[in-house]
Every structure is written in structure tokens, then in C-alpha cells.
């Protein structure tokens, strides 16, 4: 075993687990939609696009804002051995479409 989550699937019944699993971690985020056009990008570039909403009680003093998250993990996407000017551009290229997949998702907050 590597992990508590392990440990839970192998040895803990499913609806104990649910129950366990809410107490550790809170209640399970909902997945959500993402636009074709946005998942088209995903799929040409080989990445991972997920979304998932989670709930929050209602605040009281103002109105209820959606805010939407978006992270991009770096990646290499040259050749190491080639010119510093060259990977650079690589990255650059590779992370515009990926910013441009969370513009189409909508996300307003998104971590480089």
C-alpha cells in the first residue's frame, strides 16, 4: 500500500468509504462540462483538461461570484540539447494554446 486512499479502497466497504472519505476531504466536488473546442485542444496536445465545481454556503454580505481556476503544470517541450532561444519558444507556443483552452473554459484565475 502506498497511500491512505489505497488503504481505504482495499480495505474499507464503499459506503463506509463515502462516509470517510466526507469526513477527510469534504464533500465530493461535481465534474463539470468543459466546451468542445477547449477539449479539442486537450486532446491535439496531449493534456489533461478537467473541471470540477465545488460547492460553497452562500455568503452574506454579497452577492455569489464563480470563480474559476485553471492550473498549468510546465512541461519540456524541446529537445534539451537544443538552443535555450528555441526550448523557450517551445514553451511559449505549447502554453498559449493551453492558456487559450482555459479562456474557452472560462477561467478567470489561472496559475503558470
Known amino acids: 500500500m502506498t497511500n491512505l486512499d489505497e488503504v481505504l479502497k482495499n480495505y474499507v466497504p464503499e459506503k463506509e468509504r463515502a462516509e470517510v472519505n466526507?469526513?477527510?476531504?469534504?464533500?465530493p466536488a461535481q465534474t463539470l462540462q468543459l466546451p468542445e473546442s477547449a477539449q479539442a485542444i486537450a486532446k491535439k496536445l496531449d493534456f489533461d483538461l478537467v473541471g470540477y465545481k465545488i460547492g460553497a454556503a452562500p455568503e452574506e454580505l454579497r452577492h455569489p461570484r464563480i470563480v474559476r481556476i485553471g492550473a498549468i503544470q510546465n512541461a519540456i517541450k524541446a529537445p534539451t540539447t537544443a538552443p535555450v532561444a528555441i526550448q523557450l519558444q517551445a514553451i511559449h507556443d505549447w502554453a498559449r494554446e493551453i492558456i487559450h483552452a482555459a479562456h474557452l473554459s472560462g477561467v478567470n484565475v489561472l496559475g503558470l
Request: glycine share 16%.
Open 22 to 27: 466526507r469526513i477527510l476531504y469534504g464533500n
